[in-house]
Protein backbone atom coordinates (compact mmCIF):
# COMPACT_ATOMS: atom_id res chain seq x y z
CA UNK A 1 0.00 0.00 0.00
CA UNK A 2 1.29 3.59 -1.08
CA UNK A 3 1.64 6.35 1.12
CA UNK A 4 -0.28 9.16 -0.27
CA UNK A 5 2.34 12.21 0.12
CA UNK A 6 2.74 15.31 -2.02
CA UNK A 7 5.42 14.36 -4.53
CA UNK A 8 2.86 11.06 -5.29
CA UNK A 9 -0.45 13.29 -5.48
CA UNK A 10 1.67 15.59 -7.94
CA UNK A 11 2.95 13.01 -9.73
CA UNK A 12 -0.38 11.17 -10.30
CA UNK A 13 -2.01 14.58 -11.32
CA UNK A 14 0.30 14.22 -13.85
CA UNK A 15 0.53 10.89 -15.19
CA UNK A 16 -2.48 8.65 -13.49
CA UNK A 17 -6.45 8.93 -14.50
CA UNK A 18 -7.96 9.02 -11.12
CA UNK A 19 -8.48 8.50 -7.01
CA UNK A 20 -11.40 6.13 -6.19
CA UNK A 21 -13.08 4.25 -3.53
CA UNK A 22 -16.02 2.15 -2.93
CA UNK A 23 -16.92 2.55 0.68
CA UNK A 24 -19.34 -0.27 2.02
CA UNK A 25 -21.88 1.75 4.32
CA UNK A 26 -24.55 0.13 6.49
CA UNK A 27 -27.70 1.81 8.90
CA UNK A 28 -26.10 2.92 11.81
CA UNK A 29 -29.26 0.34 13.44
CA UNK A 30 -27.62 -2.38 11.99
CA UNK A 31 -27.86 -4.52 8.84
CA UNK A 32 -31.32 -5.05 7.37
CA UNK A 33 -32.48 -1.50 9.26
CA UNK A 34 -35.19 0.19 6.87
CA UNK A 35 -33.75 3.21 5.74
CA UNK A 36 -35.27 6.32 3.96
CA UNK A 37 -33.96 7.77 0.65
CA UNK A 38 -34.53 11.30 -0.61
CA UNK A 39 -38.29 11.31 -2.11
CA UNK A 40 -39.04 13.08 -5.24
CA UNK A 41 -42.49 14.68 -6.95
CA UNK A 42 -44.61 11.52 -8.19
CA UNK A 43 -45.38 11.67 -11.94
CA UNK A 44 -49.24 12.89 -12.92
CA UNK A 45 -51.71 14.69 -10.65
CA UNK A 46 -51.92 14.61 -7.20
CA UNK A 47 -49.06 11.57 -7.36
CA UNK A 48 -47.65 10.38 -4.04
CA UNK A 49 -43.72 11.14 -3.67
CA UNK A 50 -41.27 8.32 -4.75
CA UNK A 51 -37.70 7.56 -4.17
CA UNK A 52 -35.70 7.22 -7.26
CA UNK A 53 -34.73 3.14 -8.42
CA UNK A 54 -32.91 1.81 -10.90
CA UNK A 55 -31.49 -1.32 -12.11
CA UNK A 56 -27.72 -1.60 -12.40
CA UNK A 57 -25.41 -4.20 -13.59
CA UNK A 58 -23.44 -5.83 -10.90
CA UNK A 59 -21.22 -8.43 -12.05
CA UNK A 60 -23.18 -10.87 -13.72
CA UNK A 61 -26.68 -9.57 -12.99
CA UNK A 62 -28.86 -6.69 -12.88
CA UNK A 63 -29.63 -5.52 -9.21
CA UNK A 64 -32.20 -2.91 -8.41
CA UNK A 65 -30.84 -0.04 -6.54
CA UNK A 66 -32.16 3.33 -4.97
CA UNK A 67 -30.56 6.91 -5.12
CA UNK A 68 -29.92 7.19 -1.19
CA UNK A 69 -27.50 10.57 -1.72
CA UNK A 70 -27.14 12.35 -5.45
CA UNK A 71 -24.02 13.64 -6.57
CA UNK A 72 -25.37 17.01 -6.02
CA UNK A 73 -26.52 16.28 -2.27
CA UNK A 74 -23.15 14.79 -1.94
CA UNK A 75 -20.98 17.35 -3.21
CA UNK A 76 -23.33 20.01 -0.76
CA UNK A 77 -21.80 17.56 2.25
CA UNK A 78 -18.74 17.33 1.56
CA UNK A 79 -18.26 21.47 1.30
CA UNK A 80 -20.22 21.62 4.91
CA UNK A 81 -17.62 19.09 5.78
CA UNK A 82 -15.05 21.37 4.48
CA UNK A 83 -16.78 24.46 6.12
CA UNK A 84 -16.70 22.97 9.65
CA UNK A 85 -12.96 22.16 8.78
CA UNK A 86 -12.52 25.63 8.39
CA UNK A 87 -14.16 26.43 11.93
CA UNK A 88 -11.56 23.74 13.33
CA UNK A 89 -8.57 25.99 11.57
CA UNK A 90 -7.78 24.73 8.24
CA UNK A 91 -7.60 27.56 5.72
CA UNK A 92 -9.22 27.31 2.76
CA UNK A 93 -9.78 30.30 0.14
CA UNK A 94 -13.52 31.43 -0.26
CA UNK A 95 -15.99 34.63 -0.15
CA UNK A 96 -18.47 35.72 2.47
CA UNK A 97 -21.31 37.60 2.44
CA UNK A 98 -21.81 38.82 6.04
CA UNK A 99 -25.02 39.63 7.02
CA UNK A 100 -25.09 40.56 10.83
CA UNK A 101 -25.46 44.01 10.47
CA UNK A 102 -28.47 43.28 8.58
CA UNK A 103 -29.75 41.74 11.76
CA UNK A 104 -32.22 39.30 9.40
CA UNK A 105 -33.43 36.45 11.72
CA UNK A 106 -31.40 32.90 11.86
CA UNK A 107 -28.98 34.75 9.11
CA UNK A 108 -25.48 36.06 9.79
CA UNK A 109 -23.59 34.83 7.00
CA UNK A 110 -23.33 32.77 3.48
CA UNK A 111 -20.40 31.43 1.82
CA UNK A 112 -19.33 30.30 -1.56
CA UNK A 113 -19.28 26.73 -0.03
CA UNK A 114 -22.93 26.87 1.44
CA UNK A 115 -24.42 29.36 -1.55
CA UNK A 116 -26.18 27.16 -4.45
CA UNK A 117 -24.26 27.82 -6.77
CA UNK A 118 -21.19 28.91 -5.07
CA UNK A 119 -18.83 31.59 -6.03
CA UNK A 120 -21.75 32.60 -8.84
CA UNK A 121 -24.41 32.64 -6.76
CA UNK A 122 -27.16 35.63 -6.88
CA UNK A 123 -26.56 36.14 -3.27
CA UNK A 124 -22.56 36.91 -3.86
CA UNK A 125 -23.51 38.95 -6.87
CA UNK A 126 -26.01 40.84 -5.24
CA UNK A 127 -23.33 42.40 -3.07
CA UNK A 128 -20.48 44.41 -2.51
CA UNK A 129 -16.71 44.53 -2.40
CA UNK A 130 -16.29 47.34 -0.64
CA UNK A 131 -18.80 49.99 -2.46
CA UNK A 132 -18.77 48.28 -5.95
CA UNK A 133 -21.14 45.26 -6.70
CA UNK A 134 -19.47 42.46 -6.55
CA UNK A 135 -19.44 41.01 -10.37
CA UNK A 136 -18.46 44.89 -11.12
CA UNK A 137 -15.19 44.66 -8.51
CA UNK A 138 -11.79 43.62 -10.10
CA UNK A 139 -12.03 40.47 -8.37
CA UNK A 140 -15.70 39.81 -9.32
CA UNK A 141 -14.27 40.60 -13.19
CA UNK A 142 -11.20 37.87 -13.08
CA UNK A 143 -13.81 35.58 -11.96
CA UNK A 144 -16.37 36.57 -15.22
CA UNK A 145 -13.70 35.93 -17.37
CA UNK A 146 -12.18 32.64 -15.84
CA UNK A 147 -11.61 29.84 -18.26
CA UNK A 148 -10.13 26.13 -18.51
CA UNK A 149 -7.12 27.60 -19.91
CA UNK A 150 -6.38 30.07 -17.24
CA UNK A 151 -8.47 29.06 -13.88
CA UNK A 152 -6.49 31.07 -11.56
CA UNK A 153 -8.84 33.03 -10.23
CA UNK A 154 -11.05 30.49 -9.02
CA UNK A 155 -8.21 28.70 -7.84
CA UNK A 156 -7.52 31.60 -5.47
CA UNK A 157 -10.92 32.96 -4.45
CA UNK A 158 -13.08 29.67 -4.64
CA UNK A 159 -11.13 26.14 -5.20
CA UNK A 160 -14.08 24.30 -4.52
CA UNK A 161 -15.91 25.72 -7.43
CA UNK A 162 -13.23 24.01 -9.41
CA UNK A 163 -13.24 21.11 -7.29
CA UNK A 164 -17.64 20.26 -7.24
CA UNK A 165 -18.12 22.32 -10.43
CA UNK A 166 -19.55 25.83 -11.32
CA UNK A 167 -21.21 27.72 -14.24
CA UNK A 168 -21.23 31.82 -14.35
CA UNK A 169 -25.02 31.26 -15.94
CA UNK A 170 -25.84 35.42 -16.13
CA UNK A 171 -22.14 35.80 -17.75
CA UNK A 172 -21.67 37.02 -20.87
CA UNK A 173 -23.06 36.03 -24.40
CA UNK A 174 -27.01 35.15 -22.95
CA UNK A 175 -25.29 32.59 -19.91
CA UNK A 176 -22.50 31.41 -21.97
CA UNK A 177 -19.68 32.54 -19.14
CA UNK A 178 -17.32 30.44 -17.23
CA UNK A 179 -18.50 27.26 -17.01
CA UNK A 180 -16.26 24.60 -14.89
CA UNK A 181 -17.43 20.49 -15.22
CA UNK A 182 -16.85 18.71 -11.76
CA UNK A 183 -13.69 16.80 -11.15
CA UNK A 184 -15.02 14.76 -8.01
CA UNK A 185 -17.97 12.70 -8.29
CA UNK A 186 -19.57 11.42 -4.58
CA UNK A 187 -22.89 9.37 -4.67
CA UNK A 188 -24.41 6.89 -2.21
CA UNK A 189 -26.80 4.36 -3.60
CA UNK A 190 -28.66 1.27 -1.73
CA UNK A 191 -27.87 -1.85 -3.51
CA UNK A 192 -30.31 -4.99 -4.25
CA UNK A 193 -33.46 -3.42 -2.92
CA UNK A 194 -36.76 -5.21 -2.65
CA UNK A 195 -39.29 -3.46 -5.34
CA UNK A 196 -43.01 -4.42 -6.13
CA UNK A 197 -44.57 -3.72 -9.56
CA UNK A 198 -47.32 -1.26 -9.60
CA UNK A 199 -49.41 -1.19 -13.06
CA UNK A 200 -51.25 1.70 -13.65
CA UNK A 201 -54.82 1.22 -14.26
CA UNK A 202 -55.97 3.67 -16.69
CA UNK A 203 -52.62 3.37 -19.13
CA UNK A 204 -51.13 -0.06 -18.26
CA UNK A 205 -47.67 1.37 -17.77
CA UNK A 206 -46.23 -0.82 -15.29
CA UNK A 207 -43.83 1.30 -12.37
CA UNK A 208 -41.49 0.44 -9.52
CA UNK A 209 -41.71 0.90 -5.95
CA UNK A 210 -40.46 0.05 -2.45
CA UNK A 211 -42.19 -2.62 -0.92
CA UNK A 212 -41.46 -1.23 2.28
CA UNK A 213 -43.86 0.92 4.41
CA UNK A 214 -44.17 4.33 6.32
CA UNK A 215 -46.90 5.02 8.12
CA UNK A 216 -48.39 8.37 9.63
CA UNK A 217 -51.02 9.95 12.18
CA UNK A 218 -51.76 12.06 14.56
CA UNK A 219 -54.11 12.75 17.67
CA UNK A 220 -54.84 16.03 18.67
CA UNK A 221 -54.62 16.08 22.39
CA UNK A 222 -56.97 19.26 22.41
CA UNK A 223 -60.22 16.65 20.66
CA UNK A 224 -60.88 19.15 17.77
CA UNK A 225 -63.30 17.23 15.29
CA UNK A 226 -63.05 17.77 11.22
CA UNK A 227 -66.84 18.58 11.65
CA UNK A 228 -66.21 22.15 12.94
CA UNK A 229 -66.37 24.45 10.99
CA UNK A 230 -63.17 26.17 9.98
CA UNK A 231 -62.73 29.92 8.07
CA UNK A 232 -59.63 31.27 6.32
CA UNK A 233 -59.19 35.14 5.42
CA UNK A 234 -56.68 37.98 5.84
CA UNK A 235 -56.83 38.07 9.36
CA UNK A 236 -56.08 34.45 9.70
CA UNK A 237 -58.76 31.74 10.45
CA UNK A 238 -61.39 32.22 13.05
CA UNK A 239 -64.71 30.10 13.27
CA UNK A 240 -66.69 32.80 12.36
CA UNK A 241 -66.72 33.85 8.38
CA UNK A 242 -66.53 37.41 9.33
CA UNK A 243 -63.52 37.49 12.05
CA UNK A 244 -61.66 35.43 9.16
CA UNK A 245 -61.54 39.02 7.12
CA UNK A 246 -62.17 39.42 3.07
CA UNK A 247 -62.60 36.41 1.08
CA UNK A 248 -62.69 33.91 3.90
CA UNK A 249 -63.00 30.76 2.64
CA UNK A 250 -64.37 27.92 4.81
CA UNK A 251 -61.13 25.11 5.60
CA UNK A 252 -60.71 21.72 7.67
CA UNK A 253 -59.56 22.01 10.87
CA UNK A 254 -56.21 20.00 9.46
CA UNK A 255 -55.21 23.02 7.11
CA UNK A 256 -54.83 25.32 9.89
CA UNK A 257 -52.90 22.74 11.61
CA UNK A 258 -55.42 21.47 14.17
CA UNK A 259 -57.47 18.34 14.92
CA UNK A 260 -56.75 14.67 14.15
CA UNK A 261 -54.78 13.72 11.20
CA UNK A 262 -55.99 10.03 9.81
CA UNK A 263 -53.64 7.17 10.05
CA UNK A 264 -52.18 6.95 6.08
CA UNK A 265 -50.00 4.48 4.85
CA UNK A 266 -47.48 5.42 1.99
CA UNK A 267 -44.51 3.15 0.11
CA UNK A 268 -41.87 4.81 1.56
CA UNK A 269 -38.52 3.42 3.36
CA UNK A 270 -36.59 0.63 1.75
CA UNK A 271 -34.43 -2.44 3.45
CA UNK A 272 -31.21 -3.59 1.20
CA UNK A 273 -27.82 -5.90 1.12
CA UNK A 274 -25.57 -2.75 1.73
CA UNK A 275 -24.94 0.41 0.45
CA UNK A 276 -22.24 1.74 -1.52
CA UNK A 277 -20.69 5.28 -1.58
CA UNK A 278 -18.70 5.78 -4.36
CA UNK A 279 -15.83 8.05 -4.68
CA UNK A 280 -14.54 9.23 -7.79
CA UNK A 281 -11.55 12.34 -8.32
CA UNK A 282 -10.59 12.73 -11.79
CA UNK A 283 -7.25 13.73 -12.94
CA UNK A 284 -8.15 13.79 -16.08
CA UNK A 285 -10.77 16.16 -15.19
CA UNK A 286 -7.81 18.38 -13.32
CA UNK A 287 -5.75 18.10 -16.44
CA UNK A 288 -8.14 20.02 -18.39
CA UNK A 289 -7.46 22.89 -15.99
CA UNK A 290 -4.80 25.36 -16.74
CA UNK A 291 -3.50 28.25 -14.58
CA UNK A 292 -1.27 30.53 -17.10
CA UNK A 293 1.86 29.93 -15.65
CA UNK A 294 3.50 26.72 -17.46
CA UNK A 295 3.66 22.62 -16.26
CA UNK A 296 5.30 23.63 -12.54
CA UNK A 297 2.08 25.72 -11.71
CA UNK A 298 -0.47 23.76 -13.20
CA UNK A 299 0.97 20.82 -11.05
CA UNK A 300 0.92 22.45 -7.70
CA UNK A 301 -2.62 24.09 -8.37
CA UNK A 302 -4.03 20.28 -9.76
CA UNK A 303 -1.98 19.05 -6.52
CA UNK A 304 -3.67 21.19 -4.64
CA UNK A 305 -7.36 21.04 -5.64
CA UNK A 306 -6.97 16.83 -5.16
CA UNK A 307 -5.79 17.39 -1.62
CA UNK A 308 -8.81 19.21 -0.85
CA UNK A 309 -10.84 16.89 -2.32
CA UNK A 310 -9.36 14.31 -0.13
CA UNK A 311 -9.43 16.42 3.04
CA UNK A 312 -13.32 16.84 2.60
CA UNK A 313 -13.60 12.99 1.87
CA UNK A 314 -11.73 12.29 4.96
CA UNK A 315 -13.63 14.66 7.18
CA UNK A 316 -16.79 13.10 5.68
CA UNK A 317 -15.98 9.88 6.70
CA UNK A 318 -15.00 11.07 10.25
CA UNK A 319 -18.15 13.46 10.69
CA UNK A 320 -20.32 10.68 9.78
CA UNK A 321 -23.26 10.21 7.39
CA UNK A 322 -26.26 11.48 8.84
CA UNK A 323 -28.19 12.22 5.63
CA UNK A 324 -31.68 12.94 7.18
CA UNK A 325 -34.05 11.71 9.31
CA UNK A 326 -34.10 7.88 9.34
CA UNK A 327 -30.87 7.66 7.03
CA UNK A 328 -27.91 7.51 9.35
CA UNK A 329 -25.24 5.27 8.12
CA UNK A 330 -21.56 4.36 9.17
CA UNK A 331 -18.94 2.65 7.24
CA UNK A 332 -18.29 -0.99 7.00
CA UNK A 333 -15.60 -1.69 7.66
CA UNK A 334 -12.96 0.80 5.75
CA UNK A 335 -11.89 0.31 2.13
CA UNK A 336 -8.50 1.17 0.55
CA UNK A 337 -8.75 4.66 -1.60
CA UNK A 338 -6.92 3.06 -5.54
CA UNK A 339 -4.71 5.04 -7.75
CA UNK A 340 -6.05 3.79 -11.08
CA UNK A 341 -3.54 4.14 -13.70
CA UNK A 342 -3.80 4.95 -17.10
CA UNK A 343 -4.01 1.18 -18.50
CA UNK A 344 -7.37 0.44 -15.94
CA UNK A 345 -4.51 -1.08 -13.35
CA UNK A 346 -4.72 0.02 -9.78
CA UNK A 347 -2.47 0.66 -6.33
CA UNK A 348 -3.95 0.88 -3.24
CA UNK A 349 -3.37 4.09 -1.32
CA UNK A 350 -3.64 4.75 2.40
CA UNK A 351 -4.45 8.33 3.81
CA UNK A 352 -6.28 8.72 7.27
CA UNK A 353 -7.52 12.03 8.31
CA UNK A 354 -4.40 13.38 9.92
CA UNK A 355 -2.54 12.21 7.23
CA UNK A 356 -4.95 14.08 4.98
CA UNK A 357 -4.49 17.90 7.06
CA UNK A 358 -0.95 17.19 6.47
CA UNK A 359 -1.35 16.64 2.59
CA UNK A 360 -3.54 20.12 2.22
CA UNK A 361 -1.53 21.97 4.08
CA UNK A 362 1.63 20.89 2.08
CA UNK A 363 -0.38 21.14 -1.23
CA UNK A 364 -1.44 24.31 0.62
CA UNK A 365 2.14 25.89 1.09
CA UNK A 366 3.38 24.52 -1.95
CA UNK A 367 0.66 26.71 -4.07
CA UNK A 368 1.68 29.41 -2.70
CA UNK A 369 5.32 28.79 -3.39
CA UNK A 370 3.80 28.67 -6.94
CA UNK A 371 3.00 32.11 -6.90
CA UNK A 372 -0.80 31.58 -6.13
CA UNK A 373 -2.26 34.08 -3.97
CA UNK A 374 -4.17 31.71 -1.37
CA UNK A 375 -5.27 32.92 2.09
CA UNK A 376 -7.92 30.90 4.51
CA UNK A 377 -9.37 34.42 5.39
CA UNK A 378 -12.58 34.72 3.60
CA UNK A 379 -12.59 37.36 0.75
CA UNK A 380 -15.82 39.61 2.93
CA UNK A 381 -18.84 41.12 0.95
CA UNK A 382 -21.54 42.89 2.36
CA UNK A 383 -25.40 42.33 1.14
CA UNK A 384 -26.51 45.54 -0.99
CA UNK A 385 -29.78 46.97 0.42
CA UNK A 386 -31.94 45.87 -2.26
CA UNK A 387 -30.96 42.16 -1.20
CA UNK A 388 -31.81 42.79 2.72
CA UNK A 389 -34.74 44.25 2.07
CA UNK A 390 -35.99 40.81 -0.55
CA UNK A 391 -34.96 38.44 2.36
CA UNK A 392 -36.93 40.95 5.09
CA UNK A 393 -40.07 41.28 3.51
CA UNK A 394 -40.20 37.44 2.47
CA UNK A 395 -39.24 36.67 6.35
CA UNK A 396 -42.05 39.17 7.11
CA UNK A 397 -44.48 37.13 4.72
CA UNK A 398 -43.69 34.25 6.00
CA UNK A 399 -43.78 34.77 9.88
CA UNK A 400 -47.18 36.09 8.59
CA UNK A 401 -48.44 32.58 6.79
CA UNK A 402 -48.07 34.34 3.25
CA UNK A 403 -46.10 34.47 0.21
CA UNK A 404 -45.72 30.62 -0.75
CA UNK A 405 -43.11 29.12 -2.78
CA UNK A 406 -43.79 28.89 -6.37
CA UNK A 407 -46.94 26.62 -7.04
CA UNK A 408 -47.56 27.21 -3.29
CA UNK A 409 -47.10 23.10 -2.68
CA UNK A 410 -47.05 22.38 1.05
CA UNK A 411 -45.58 19.22 -0.01
CA UNK A 412 -42.06 18.46 1.77
CA UNK A 413 -40.99 16.10 -0.89
CA UNK A 414 -41.52 18.65 -3.33
Given amino acids: MIPLALNTLVASTIEDAALRRRQALQPVGGKGDKIFPPTYPGEGRNAPPRHVYEKRRLE ?27 ADGIPIPHVAVDFSDARLEGISSITSLDAPHRVYDAI ?38 LLFGAWHSTGEGGGIGAKFARCLISEITGIDVPVEEVTDRRTGEIDFRTTGRRTGSRMDPLGIL ?3 EVFKGEYGWSTSDAAAGKKAKKVRPSEINHGNIAPSVQPLGVTCDHLEHSFVLSFA ?23 LGL ?34 TTDAVSIDRAGAHKLYMDAFEAAR ?32 GAGGEDGDSDDPSS
Wanted: hydrophobic share 45%; aromatic share 4%.
Fill in 60 to 86: TQDTWCVLVDSVQSQANRLEECLLQAM
Fill in 124 to 161: LRDSLLGKEPFMESEVGRRLAKAKAEDASALLEISPTA
Fill in 226 to 228: RKV
Fill in 285 to 307: ALRRLRFGGGEERDSAARAFLAA
Fill in 311 to 344: LALAEQDARGYALRSRCDLVCDGRAALELVHPDG
Fill in 369 to 400: AAGFQLSGTPLALTPQDKLVEIVRKSQDLALH
